[in-house]
């Protein structure tokens, strides 16, 4: 690719000489409406000693430098999109065994944290063993890679049986596939769950992989899809002290179609009042959707046992518990947090190998 192949507006923006971009920082000194209205190339010669190019622009001058290698970079995908994930439509598909490693050689060891980083950004779950039993420690396992996002169940919430609960999580019931605190804008991206106790006869985990279900329901069903993402729907909380409400699709799209949100939750899904033309499109969407998310090869279950610590993408994944004993012995404690924490520690993890290699 040449100079004269690209916009000359974008490539005079991305010019990195130190009058563009401050060198310790590398953010950009200029705002776009100072770049020249009539702005053109004005020479283009070859660089010295690597492919390249070096291009004088007009009508200001200005001198600007750029490998073959940045000009001919392809665009990097949204890691939050469809796109950059790997969708397992069944949990077959991961019959070679879950993305886990032991707490102490995710901390001893910058590749075992970075495995397990990559496997939440790419399988939407990672799960930590042999986590310290304490009180706090999901926290912990949260500030290893970001930040603690606390919402109204405080910085930590503990799953077990209430006596006087505000949602139904903590109680003993059956909880099917759904994604947490779709009432909330914006929503956490990342929650994590670890076992203290678990003793009760029943109360096994499982996940569903809500992307691949979305793109099976774009693929049987394209209206089901299409009411789906294009139906903004209110979700709703209450207590004594509390109430919020987000307005979102089930499906949420960025703009060239590309899923890169769902929130599912029955608990929390407020009343919709729109024409009834389009309500009841809706509702067969909803239907079809929550059908798919029952199949059940498509859901992962597994046990929690003492020590282990679930951490998984909120707005991917589903997760759903079994009904358990009353008064059975089961105590889990989760916090959340987001995924721009973890990408960016996977960056920088990803730039530490590189440099050592």
């Not at 070096?54 to 970079?73: F, I, N």
């Not at 995908?77 to 070679?96: H, I, V």
């Not at 670890?194 to 029943?202: P, R, S, T």
């Amino acid at each position: 690719m040449l100079p004269a192949d690209v916009p000359a507006l974008w490539l005079r923006d991305n010019c990195a000489c130190p009058d563009c971009r401050d060198p310790l920082t590398g953010q950009k000194l200029h705002q776009i409406t100072d770049l020249p209205e009539s702005l053109a190339l004005g020479t283009v010669r070859e660089l010295d000693g690597v492919e390249g190019w070096e291009v004088v622009w007009a009508p200001d001058g200005h001198v600007s430098r750029y490998s073959a290698e940045w000009l001919g970079r392809p665009a990097e995908p949204d890691p939050r999109t469809e796109d950059a994930k790997d969708l397992w439509g069944s949990a077959a598909s991961l019959a070679e065994g879950l993305p886990e490693a032991s707490w102490d050689a995710y901390l001893a060891d910058d590749a075992e944290r970075l495995r397990m980083l990559e496997a939440v950004a790419r399988l939407g779950f990672c799960l930590l063993r042999d986590v310290p039993v304490r009180d706090g420690q999901s926290r912990e396992v949260a500030r290893s890679f970001g930040y603690v996002r606390e919402t109204n169940y405080g910085a930590q919430f503990e799953v077990r049986e209430e006596e006087r609960p505000n949602n139904l999580a903590f109680t003993n019931v059956a909880i099917t596939p759904h994604t947490d605190n779709p009432y909330r804008d914006p929503v956490p991206t990342l929650q994590l769950l670890h076992c203290l106790v678990n003793d009760a006869e029943g109360g096994d985990s499982g996940l569903v992989d809500g992307f691949a279900a979305a793109a099976a329901l774009r693929e049987r069903d394209a209206d089901a899809f299409a009411a789906l993402t294009g139906t903004v729907v209110p979700f709703v909380f209450r207590d004594d002290v509390t109430e919020l409400s987000a307005h979102r699709p089930l499906i949420g799209t960025d703009p060239a179609g590309r899923i890169r949100e769902v929130r599912f939750n029955n608990r929390g899904l407020g009343t919709l009042r729109l024409p009834a033309t389009q309500t009841e499109a809706f509702y067969a969407g909803y239907r079809a959707f929550a059908r798919l998310l029952l199949e059940p090869d498509r859901q992962l279950d597994f046990r929690l046992a003492p020590g282990d610590c679930l951490i998984f993408d909120n707005t991917r994944l589903f997760h759903a518990r079994t009904a358990f004993a009353r008064g059975g012995a089961r105590h889990l404690q989760g916090c959340y947090a987001d995924l721009d924490g973890l990408f960016s520690t996977v960056a920088v993890l990803r730039r530490k190998e590189a440099q050592a290699c």
